[in-house]
């Protein structure tokens, strides 16, 4: 019989495998962009929060306005985001990614976990079926210890 603790080496394990695999592979692809990693977290803020200001970027990834500022302006050059006028003030700006912006962040996003369907098709349909339950399992208990 397994004890709690193997099991959490277990988890900790496949966590390491999982964050080496998808970080590596979501950064050989967006290496090939050009973009910084400030620039690529204001791309995957955007896809995840919807549009927001420049402030508001610049605080929820930890850099200064300027600094947020600069990387935007280059994006917005390049076609990957979209600044428009504030609608509830016209001096502000609201940021959103463009259609470009959106292709490139999920072409990344593919990148990151193509490797995860190449291991679940190496798998026969009873490991697949265990592990669909484990897995469940595992997020709805985790979901229940979120702060």
């Keep these: ?3 709690p603790k193997q099991l959490s080496e277990v988890v900790r394990e496949w966590a390491e495998v999982f964050m080496h695999r ?3 592979d979501f950064k050989r692809f967006m290496d090939t962009t050009g973009l910084s990693f400030s620039q690529v977290n204001i791309l995957m803020r955007l896809l995840h929060g919807g549009s927001a200001g420049v402030s508001e970027i610049g ?3 930890g850099v200064t306005n300027a600094a947020a500022s ?4 280059r994006m917005v050059q390049m076609g990957l985001i979209v600044r428009t006028e504030d609608p509830q003030d016209r001096r502000a ?3 959103e990614l463009a259609p470009k912006g959106r292709d490139l962040i999920e072409k990344g996003i593919k990148a990151r976990i193509k490797w995860i369907e ?3 098709n190496s798998l026969t349909l009873e490991q697949q079926e265990m592990i669909i339950s484990a897995l469940t399992l ?4 985790a979901r229940t210890t979120e702060d």
Excluded: C, F, H
């Design 118 to 120: 190449d291991v679940t």
């Design 70 to 73: 600069q990387a935007i302006d």
């Design 93 to 95: 700006k609201r940021l």
């Design 138 to 141: 595992l997020t709805e208990a």
């Design 1 to 3: 019989m397994q004890t």
């Design 22 to 24: 998808s970080g590596r």
């Design 59 to 61: 605080e929820k990834i």
